[in-house]
């Protein structure tokens, strides 16, 4: 129906999309900038440091939904941290931009993939097109 490409360049097309996370009961939403395919996965890349880390090492369920051109996406799955080198390393190369705050070695850089993820595109002109990755 449709592919784990699809939905990357829908997420990097709109540029900021929101991604919720669940700190104990209560669900925290913050706006993100990255989506990269490796290895055919879905990636998303943060800090450490910050809460959105701490929350998805402690629930790894999250969702995405992003809004451009009077269609919507929602990316629900798990969220899985990959610590190895070449994927951090293929998200930096491929937002180089995020080498002024963000390295290999940092101890900082974190990156993270969907699993058991269902993705749905909605609009209030045609039928929702979903599947699962």
Known sequence: MGDIN???????????????????????VRPFGTAHIFEGKLYIQTGKVKDVSKQLHANPKAEACVFKDGVWLRVSGELIADDRREAVSSMLDAYPELRNMYSEDDGNTEVFYFQNATATFSSFTAAPETFDF
């Open 6 to 28: 699809k939905v990357a360049e829908f997420l990097k097309e709109a540029g900021t999309y929101y991604l919720a996370t669940v700190d104990g009961d209560q669900p925290r």
